[in-house]
């Protein structure tokens, strides 16, 4: 789940709403001349469009069609279509009405009102993946104690990384600082080493007797060059689970 599920209604609003026709509009024209690609889901299905032109004097979104005149049906048949991209390694997300065919450039197209407004989530703070459960991350910490923390990502951010336990670690709290960490990637032959600071520590509701927790903990000093490494990793999979759908 992605952080802008987690998130109330107030809480987007007040804090990542982009609003105003002429703003929208910029925004969005901006990701058309840099064909920045979005995913279009509507009654269950979904399509990979391209942003073609934002009109902000007709009020118009004009959009790419998809490569089948099925999908391209059922969409013009559909009341509200939610638009989900990453410009940028940035999660943008808007939703529009209904779907007009038409002709742009003498090709098909559509065109959709221009949205009232963008919910734009910046990558670093808020952007977060839950990582694959077959090979899971490793995380490797030592304790105040001396005593290594061994556990595996539960999910992971370019600000921090989650972790999964059947227990709760002795001696970690909220606020604890842990001076040595490191993990490495699938498939990356250097390991990321860092500081972490323990955020949360959270139980997990399961339906069988165990207890599950979840351990928060927030990067201090991951060197740039690491964040831009880790991003690429959180967008190749993120990626990858799209083509999947």
């Known amino acids: 789940m992605t952080q802008i599920a987690q998130l109330s209604e107030a809480e987007i609003e007040e804090h990542f709403h982009i609003v105003g ?46 490569g089948s005149p099925e999908i391209n049906s059922r969409f013009q048949a559909s009341q509200r279509n939610v638009f ?15 779907a007009t065919e038409m ?15 963008l919910v734009r989530l910046q990558r670093r703070e808020f952007f977060r993946i839950e990582t694959p459960r077959a090979k899971p991350l490793q995380f490797f910490g030592r304790l105040p104690d001396g005593d290594l923390l061994n556990l595996p990502a539960h999910d992971i951010s370019v600000d921090g990384i ?9 001696g970690i709290s909220n606020g604890l600082v842990l001076p040595n960490c490191h993990f490495s990637l699938p498939e990356d032959e250097t390991d990321f080493f860092f500081s972490a600071t323990v955020c949360h520590l959270t139980e997990q509701p399961s339906r069988s007797a165990l ?27 993120e990626r990858e689970r799209h083509e999947l759908t």
Not at 109 to 114: C, E, H
């Open 103 to 117: 002709l742009y450039g003498g090709a098909q197209a559509f065109s959709v009102a221009l949205p009232k407004y």
């Open 211 to 237: 207890r599950q927790w979840r351990i928060g903990l927030r990067f201090n000093d991951l060197p740039s060059a690491a964040q831009n490494r880790l991003q690429r990793y959180i967008d190749r999979i």
């Open 84 to 98: 989900i991209g990453r410009p940028h390694g940035i999660h943008v997300q808007f939703t529009t009405g209904p």
């Open 162 to 170: 989650g972790l999964a336990g059947a227990s709760l670690t002795e």
């Open 21 to 66: 026709t002429r703003p929208v509009a910029f925004m969005l024209a901006g990701f058309a001349r840099e064909g920045h690609q979005f995913s279009v889901q509507f009654g269950g299905e979904q399509f990979i469009t391209t942003l073609l032109a934002a009109m902000p004097e007709k009020g118009q979104l004009i959009l790419d069609c998809s």
